[in-house]
């Protein structure tokens, strides 16, 4: 899956909280595709739409695409005599089959491209659950500020009661790996452990 999302390398969160200008910073970190991935069955449902998107309706345009293409140039090659005396037909036809050409020979760029876009169509429901859960965790634990994980210094080591990726998955009642649910659990004192719950399918 796609990396980055809503959360920008860095996100300030402008919560309407009534503390001081002096206050001190709270600072967490978030890594929104490691909770995607938390969701059951998604990468299996991706795989399957995103083969039968490729093996039909991308496969079907390239067949469409090469037909196409293959009429134009055979009329072009038959015409091309009449076509050289008319200037500006000759250029709208040759600018067509041009089209059709470099489409053809970049198909695999293409396609990848279209790809990109279905499984980001696909992944948006999920992207919007995320979002909602994350500015609900933000504003209840008066966190400030909210960095990427992956912005974090390789020497860098928060606190894991810091880690918004685990606290946004509880919310969705996301289910954690054991180990990573009882070091949350012995860092915050046991506070919202309720991860093991199946989530709801989206």
Known sequence: MKKGFLVAVILFIAASFTTSATAQTKIGYFDDQSVIALFPGIQEKLDTILRSYAQDSLQEEYNYTLKDYQIKDSIFRRDSADLSKKA?????????????????????????????????????????????????????????????????SPYAQPSIADNLTIRVAIKLKLALPKDVEEAFKAATGGAATKASAPAKKG
């Open 88 to 152: 500006k037909a000759y250029e709208m036809a040759t600018t067509d089959l041009n089209k059709l050409k470099y489409k053809l020979i970049n198909w695999q760029q293409y396609q990848q491209s279209m790809m990109q876009q279905k499984e980001e169509g696909l992944l948006l429901p999920y992207r919007q659950k995320v979002a909602a859960a994350l500015s609900e965790v933000v504003a209840e634990n008066k966190y400030t500020l909210v960095l990427k994980a992956d912005a974090l």
